[in-house]
């Protein structure tokens, strides 16, 4: 079975630009959490939707816009880029909203110059 | 305080021995526990989950979870060079959504 998969792997934009990052579930999970990791830190949660509804949002500007489709695929949205936005974007894949373990896929590494 | 402090390393162990990370929580609140491995320019794998007080065993590895000291550790026995990785110890909120903590990371090298 496919596991989690995004797209791009690599991006390079420079600042003001917006990026546009998608990813697909694993078959049969229906809810997707974004997550953004920066060298030496843990990933930080962006947003979590689940049947095509947000359920949650961190601690991130209004710059950061997400969304979820009835194929339960996702993208994540960033206008405006900034230096500091340069960083690992995860998509993480579990099967429903709530406790449930949450799977990775291999990320989108944004460089903004 | 940070809401999941882990130690960030490196912890160094010799092939064969027991590594023992450990991770501390501050939401009292928090129901589920993972802990993921990281290997570096990749993505966390998950390797264990626990949400009940006590161990759960999977092969090499053992998951503790003390909820009163809020505290989880991961054991790994009989270490291997390929164990040599970041493990991020992850706790999800008591909100009622799936949000995931993670702490910084410890840093493992197992060396032959």
């Known amino acids: 079975d496919a596991g989690v998969t995004q797209s791009p792997t690599h991006l390079i934009k420079t600042r003001g630009q917006h990026v546009t990052l998608r990813c697909s579930p694993i078959s049969g999970h229906k809810s997707v959490s974004w997550y953004q990791q920066v060298l030496g830190q843990g990933p930080q949660f962006i947003f979590q939707?689940?049947?095509?509804?947000?359920?949650g949002r961190g601690n991130f500007p209004d710059r950061f816009s997400a969304r979820q489709f009835p194929n339960y695929s996702s993208e994540l949205n960033v206008n405006a880029l900034l230096l500091g936005d340069s960083a690992l974007y995860l998509c993480a894949s579990s099967i429903m909203g709530g406790a449930y373990e949450q799977y990775f896929g291999p990320g989108t590494r944004l460089t903004v110059t | 305080q940070k809401e999941v402090e882990q130690n960030s390393g490196p912890l160094s162990v010799p092939e064969g021995a027991i590594a023992s990370l450990n991770c501390t929580y501050s939401?009292?609140?928090?129901?589920?526990f993972f802990w993921y491995r990281q290997y570096s320019g990749k993505s966390p794998e998950l390797i264990m989950s626990?949400?009940?007080?006590g161990d759960k065993e999977d092969g090499r590895f053992t998951a503790q979870l003390n909820k009163a000291s809020q505290y989880v550790s991961l054991l790994i026995r009989d270490s291997q060079p390929s164990d040599s990785a970041t493990y991020l110890c992850?706790?999800?909120?008591?909100?009622?959504?799936?949000?995931?903590?993670f702490g910084a990371g410890t840093r493992l090298a197992v060396h032959p």
């Open positions: 626990i949400y009940s007080n």
């Open positions: 939401d009292r609140g928090s129901q589920s």
């Open positions: 939707y689940y049947e095509k509804e947000e359920r």
């Open positions: 992850a706790v999800t909120t008591g909100g009622g959504y799936n949000k995931l903590i």
